[in-house]
């Protein structure tokens, strides 16, 4: 019988729960009824991922799962893993287990949005008041980055959207930036962060306009995202998009975290959710 991955990983997981010391390969083939050829090879796959682990025991391998993973499993509300992922990089501990197996139970933009987020703002406040160092400050901000990263790359991308490209810009130096990108990525659109410019170049529109012309295709949809912190820099870039504009229609421009009014071609917002869905029906119609 043919099982997909998430079949497999879940009678893995189920029969390793059940066994708090573990069990053989031959064990838990007969467990499972998995093929114990197929089974050692998903083994291997969710040992990567650090959702199953495994001791030697003579010529043997038992497999198990240990605590963190045990804990991470039996979470069932994103408030859990919210508290559970932001004790763990205050307390600095491996994350990589956490977020492998909370991709396991929850969708990867939730988690970006829910979790990741907030934690990004919960650290930010602890930092403001004192209750921890500029340098734990960017330790943590670096482990967040890193967790943004595993995210996107473990996570599944469905429907790629073939001729949109989002490019961001961030002019405030935040882990946002990242998370928007992470989140058009999985989108299925093209992305390419272009870096921090938290003083605009007075080259930079020359830049742009060169790295446009060299990523863009006839009748592609180009989206420039920018995460700002000062509304003086949107407007510095508004201008050079205008231009921009002028020679390629189909460019638009999302900036989050900035309340202005938005446009047919401009949209400013600090609502997530909405800048899905704009750019979503954005795509839709750039293909009518």
């Not at 949005?113 to 934690?119: A, D, F, H, K, Q």
Request: glycine letters at 4%; charged letters at 25%.
């Amino acid at each position: 019988m043919e099982y997909t991955l998430e079949e497999i990983r879940r009678k893995i997981i189920n029969a390793l729960r059940e066994e708090e010391a573990g069990l053989s390969g031959v064990e838990l083939a007969k467990k499972t009824g998995i093929n114990r050829i197929t089974l050692i090879k998903y083994l291997k796959l969710l040992e990567s991922m650090s959702i199953v682990k495994r001791k030697s025991i003579g010529i043997g391998n038992i497999w198990y799962i240990d605590q963190t993973t045990a804990d991470v499993l039996n979470l069932h509300d994103i408030l859990d893993v919210r508290r559970y992922y932001i004790d763990a990089i205050i307390n600095h501990r491996d994350i990589k287990n956490i977020l492998n197996n909370s991709l396991q139970i929850t969708e990867p933009i939730k988690l970006l949005l829910e979790v990741i987020i907030p934690s990004i703002n919960t650290i930010s406040e602890l930092y403001n008041k004192g209750n921890i160092s500029a340098s734990e400050h960017m330790a943590i901000n670096s482990i967040i980055l890193e967790s943004i990263i595993l995210i996107k790359l473990n996570s599944p991308r469905n429907n790629l959207k073939r001729g949109a490209t989002c490019i961001l810009l961030d002019t405030a130096s935040n882990n946002m930036s990242k998370i928007l990108d992470a989140i058009f990525y999985i989108y299925g659109w093209n992305t390419y962060f272009i870096g921090s410019q938290s003083k605009i170049d007075p080259l930079f529109d020359i830049e742009l306009m060169r790295f446009i012309n060299k990523i863009w295709r006839e009748d592609e949809l180009i989206l420039i995202g920018v995460y700002a912190d000062k509304i003086e820099n949107i407007q510095v870039i508004k201008e050079i998009i205008d231009d921009i504009r002028g020679r390629m229609h189909a460019v638009y421009m999302f900036a989050y975290r900035v309340n202005k009014e938005s446009n047919e071609y401009y949209l400013y917002t600090d609502d997530l959710y909405q800048l899905i869905k704009w750019s979503e029906a954005l795509y839709i119609k750039s293909k009518r």
